[in-house]
């Protein structure tokens, strides 16, 4: 119940496609779902996140769309950029505000110029 | 200004040694944490702490023992390496309440030879 599963495990898209990724959770209780990016070498850096009371967010080319009774939630990258390429992660916590983020197994996205 | 800073940023050391991981936030942040991300860049919490209190503790082996002097500080000492200690830390911290940015540090690159 604890789980966040995310695929693919990995993407390759062409310059100016649309990247997407998805995760599935199981525990109603989650109630804020982030994505995060990590580069390489560096640590995971907040991309967009929502709340599920939404169903979609969108801030420049990421968008989010989230189905509460499907408990599921997509990143999809518009017009996706060779700099877009990294290792994506969908979380989500729990209601207790302890912080504790549970993450999904990662996806690569290789972005071909 | 870095915002979550980490020292070491690699560690290479033998099996039964002791070593010491330390972090540093100056977001004004009042929960921080330790997360591991295995060779497959799974992300998985260990300690949380909430202004120098211990809050998560997710099973983690004895052998690794956190330490928070201050809510700008969270340090990670492992006793008595192994094999299976060889991954990358990271030290994160957030506002208390859960459902907000979490900050990562670079990471720690620990390999146990």
């Known amino acids: 119940q604890q789980q966040v599963k995310q695929s693919p495990q990995s993407l390759i898209v062409q310059k100016g496609g649309i990247s997407i990724i998805n995760c599935a959770y199981e525990?109603?209780?989650?109630?804020?779902f982030p994505w995060y990016q990590q580069f390489p070498g560096k640590g995971p850096a907040l991309l967009i996140a929502i709340r599920p009371d939404v169903s979609e967010k969108k801030e420049g080319r990421f968008t989010i769309s989230f189905n509460k009774s499907a408990k599921q939630f997509s990143l999809h990258i518009m017009d996706s950029q060779p700099g877009d390429s990294a290792t994506y992660f969908c979380a989500a916590h729990g209601s207790s505000n302890t912080g504790k983020l549970i993450f999904g197994q990662g996806t690569t996205l290789q972005v071909k110029p | 200004d870095t915002a979550v800073s980490q020292t070491p940023k690699y560690l290479v050391t033998q099996m039964g040694n002791d070593k010491s991981i330390k972090c540093e936030q100056n977001l004004g942040h009042d929960t921080m944490y330790w997360y591991k991300q295995d060779s497959k860049k799974f992300l998985k919490i260990m300690f949380s702490y909430n202004n120098k209190e211990l809050i998560i503790n997710e099973t983690v082996p004895n052998r690794f023992s956190p330490k928070s002097p201050d809510k700008a500080h969270l340090n990670l000492h492992i006793n008595s390496l192994e094999l299976g200690d060889s991954a990358v830390y990271f030290c994160a911290s957030s506002r208390w309440g859960g459902r907000t940015e979490a900050f990562f540090g670079q990471g720690t690159r620990l390999t146990v030879v």
């Open positions: 525990n109603t209780a989650f109630d804020y």
